[in-house]
């Protein structure tokens, strides 16, 4: 029969503790998302307030005047005249103070029910009788309104439809007919809804605009480089159309105030409607060959701990009964609170300011010129150690954040690639030869595309000697098919 026995084992285990928990999420919010996630904490916590503390307003008057004198009021927790940890015991912990801090911000309330609302399908549907449509051509229209997605793209060519249609509801219509149903159906509002790509969709969009020379630059630029011009290749597209730098950027001030997604401009209700505007949570600006970074905080509010807390906390900590612990323990629990989530929100600024700086010391080039071959391989690891965060740090902060630049607005993980050695020895960013993979298959006898094994020769003739594997993977990034489907008859 064996016998129990006692050991001892000494372990290292790392815990977050809550302060980092909720610096880490903050990290994660986008500019867009973050005054909604400080709204939720000003409604939650009273002793956090919006705007600036009155009381430094005030003194920087005073400042100004010379009449200013130090004030000996400081933050209350800090004092070391008074003890609140002694004065309140841990076990004497009130019930909403336990149902405070077992709060995930992950938790969200039930969500409201709106009434009485119209669908962006439902919307859609209302315009087809404005129209001219016989009863026959309102039932094949409505069907066709089911084949728009999600972001208002209907994605099906006039022959499928017509085939889809004759499967699924055995009407039959003539390729004709169908189209000009399409056709009324493309002029419902919002603007560019129905179309069967975002080239399509933009162009519409630009036609319903003022005519302006930047207007006509933009049409132009769609209709004759918009795969180049989607890729950002925009030496090649000045190059092509014979464009200045100022009549470009005009152009493209005008394409990137656009909707790229029809079916988001909806505003039928609340509840269902949706924002398409990225907000950016950087500006890049070039003012005479130096570049200035600037963190969007335009719509994020100020926040200061409310004085008024502070001073019934103070006035709780000399009544030394058991009456008054709760009471301060609760107003200390709050102010903490408070101080912990606007020392979280610095810390958040600081970390994309300085993660952003890195990026823009390391790609320096690009945001001078916005050429695309001109960004150099560059990986998180490599912002890891010019800043000295943990990778999963820079992780973070580049999610979901967008930097705007004369040149558009761009992904923070847009100028992140891995590098390769060239036939040269050089390092160059596997972007560029994914473009040069690209600039080969654009360029193929479609009646008999290139191999991969084709492709290979190709790419070691420009300088980058790769394998076949590598190629296939390349492709599979840019959904570029293999040769065999690329054929046309």
């Known amino acids: ?87 309140v015991n841990d076990d004497e912990t009130p019930d909403y103070v336990a149902r405070n801090q077992n709060y995930s911000a992950d938790q969200s309330s039930d969500e409201i029910q709106f009434a009485g609302s119209t669908s962006f399908s439902e919307y859609l549907k209302q315009q087809i009788y404005l129209t001219k449509m016989t009863k026959p051509q309102r039932h094949i229209a409505k069907w066709v309104l089911g084949n728009i997605d999600e972001d208002g793209f209907l994605r099906r060519t006039t022959e499928q439809l017509v085939d889809d249609l004759a499967f699924q509801e055995g009407l039959t219509v003539s390729d004709a007919e169908m189209e000009d149903i399409v056709n009324q159906i493309k002029e419902f509002d919002p603007v560019g809804v129905a179309s069967y790509d975002l080239q399509e969709c933009l162009l519409k ?21 918009f795969d180049a011009f989607s890729r950002h290749r925009f030496d090649y597209v000045k190059a092509k159309l014979d464009v200045d730098d100022d009549s470009f950027k005009a152009a493209v001030n005008e394409i990137l105030h656009l909707n790229q997604k029809p079916a988001n401009t909806f505003t039928g209700n609340t509840y269902e409607s949706k924002v398409s505007t990225i907000i950016p949570d950087f500006f890049v600006e070039n003012r005479d060959g130096e570049l200035i970074l600037t963190l969007n905080t335009g719509e994020i509010s100020e926040l200061h701990v409310s004085r008024e807390y502070q001073q019934m906390l103070k006035e709780q900590a000399q009544i030394k009964s058991k009456d008054n612990r709760a009471a301060a323990l609760f107003l200390k629990d709050k102010i903490n609170a408070a101080y912990t989530f606007i020392d979280a929100i610095n810390l958040r600024n600081e970390t994309l300011r300085k993660t952003m700086t890195a990026i823009l010391q390391r790609q320096n080039e690009f945001f001078l010129e916005g050429d695309e071959l001109s960004l150099k391989p560059m990986k998180m690891q490599d912002i890891a150690d010019d800043t000295g965060y943990d990778i999963s740090t820079i992780s973070r902060v580049c999610n979901s954040k967008y930097v705007q630049t004369e040149y558009g607005i761009f992904p923070l993980k847009h100028f992140f690639s891995d590098s390769m ?34 492709l290979v020769l190709l790419l070691s003739e420009a300088g980058f000697p790769i394998a076949r594997r590598t190629i296939a993977k390349y492709r599979e990034q840019l959904d570029i098919p293999v040769a065999r489907l690329r054929k046309q008859a």
């Open 205 to 225: 969009q630009l036609k319903e605009k003022p005519d302006s020379p930047a207007n006509e630059l933009a049409q132009r630029i769609l209709t004759r480089c």
């Open 1 to 87: 029969m064996s016998k129990l026995t006692v050991t001892q084992q000494l372990r290292l285990q790392t815990k977050l503790t809550p302060a980092q928990i909720q610096v880490i999420k903050l990290l994660e919010l986008p500019s867009c998302d973050l005054q909604q996630r400080i709204n939720e904490e000003l409604q939650e916590n009273p002793a956090l307030e919006e705007g600036r503390d009155p009381e430094e307003v005030q003194a920087e008057k005073y400042e100004e005047n010379d009449f200013y004198e130090e004030d000996d009021y400081s933050n209350p927790l800090q004092n070391d005249d008074f003890n609140y940890d002694a004065y």
């Open 421 to 454: 050695t060239n036939a040269e020895g050089e390092e160059v960013s596997t972007r560029e030869i994914k473009d040069k993979l690209i600039e080969i298959v654009a360029a193929e006898d479609k009646q008999n595309p290139l191999t991969d094994d084709a």
